[in-house]
């Protein structure tokens, strides 16, 4: 058992089983974050759901951390640069909960409707006051959902049974997704107008944060309920509770704070106001799912391979890992080659794809690859697919892709050219039958090379005796030539040449080669 996983928040039996086939796995659910820092430096792993922020504290002193999960959907506790800048996988399990949150937000907004908490406490008072509870129907209100992704469609379909109208708002849902569950889509003002009853169910995030504020609650309707079982912030409290006070608001429903636990929100003193401590995913199958889900993920991980929710790096849907990852691997060993063709700091790095392979949807996994290929072999911080493109960024390299229609007589090229201070350099690789990875081009000299191994990769002037010397050298440091290609473009003018070597060829037998009459350069590579 060499992994050791920390879970930080409680998680169901049937997660922590699969965790402890594999894993010394520590559950410790009573750290504050002080305690956590000092915790984190001895594992690989760390299990959390809402009640742990991962920090940046955190994250910096999780010196062996490689994965952080998240059994359960929000991610807004978890400092999610920090993670990625250190190249740390961030998973979570945004399925397993779904239908729990969904059925929470169908219980908040029946029991909003005919007051059940606020008659149940009444009532075990010994009052018995049935014209003090009178509610309101939900069939033919219109139910206006701020947020229209996995929960707010489960809403939306639960509505309609209900014989609710349902408007939403969502920018990155079509109509047509919303129209096939009989949900018009609303510009965010208009459903604030025309909503009875609103429901948020977005990500917490700076665009969401206080969209329902003290302005769009003047614009709604009097007598509006609203409802918050995704995060806290979304919701200005404030705000809510003056509305709610001054009866504008008829009633809220809040299963998440702006701060947990809610100690002294001015919303837990107000009758009309109806309260759940986070229980939104508390329910026994969510949380055998989300605690199954992230296992699984973490064991993935931590024995090197991929995991299915991965928020900080794009993800490459398992139909379709065997079309890309040979281009990935081909795009990592282009990047190796080519950071030990150049000289000088890296100023940009442009990635382009040419044809069949600039249809595919996941190039910029490719892309991460070619930079992991780049930069990992020159800096101290190991570089992975996570972190790549934060990585180059915080370099200040630029960075570009492109893709065009255009492969150069291939079916397939990819070409990444770099340029530092002082040069810019290029290579194109394409697989050819059997998804063979071929270099088929550096610096605009056609090749055919297979990248693997050592080579030696010269730029000379084409004239007799040249290719003989560095040949004669090579011979004499006992590094045995085992191909040999020049590809020029005119004759007498420059040639590139490139020999696959049987071993690395030592410096000064380098240096002599970038010596001799004719040799403009030369560089030994390792692909
Ligand atoms: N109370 C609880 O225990 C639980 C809370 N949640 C929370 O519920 C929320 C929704 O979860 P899911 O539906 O699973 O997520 P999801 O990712 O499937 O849906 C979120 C939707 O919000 C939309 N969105 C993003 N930015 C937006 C914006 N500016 N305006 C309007 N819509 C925007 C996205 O396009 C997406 O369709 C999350 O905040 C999650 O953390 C989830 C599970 C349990
Ligand atoms: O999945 C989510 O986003 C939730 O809010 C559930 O939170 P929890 O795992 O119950 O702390």
Redesign the pocket.
Known sequence: MSYRVLVS?PLADEGLEILREFCTVDVRTDLDEDELVQAIGDYDALLV???TEVTLRVIDAGAKLKFIG?????VDNIDMDAATRRGIIVA?APEG?TLA?TEHTMAMMLSLARNIPQASASLKTGEWKRSKFMGVELNDKTLGIVGFGRIGQEVAKRARALEMKCVAYDPFISKERAAQLGVELLPLDELFRVADVITVHTPLIKETRHVVNATSIATMKDGVRIINCA?GGIIDEKALAEGVASGKIAGAALD?FESEPPTDSPLLGLDRVIVTP?????TVEAQKN?AISVARQCISVLEGGAAKYVVNAPMVPPEQAETIEPYARLAQKMGRLLIQLVEGPLESVEITYGGEIARMPNTKYITRTALKGLLDPILQMPVNIVNAEFVTKERGIRMSETTTEEAQGFKNIITITVKTDRMTESVSGNLSGQNKPRIVNIGGYMTDLTPTGHVVISRHTDRPGVIGQVATILGRVNVNIAGMQVGRNKPGEEALMVLTVDSAVPAEAMTEICDVAGIHTAKHAEI
């Open positions: 928040d759901r809402s009640g998240r059994a359960g959907a929000g979570n909960n949150a995060r998440v986070h229980l939104g995913a508390s989300v």
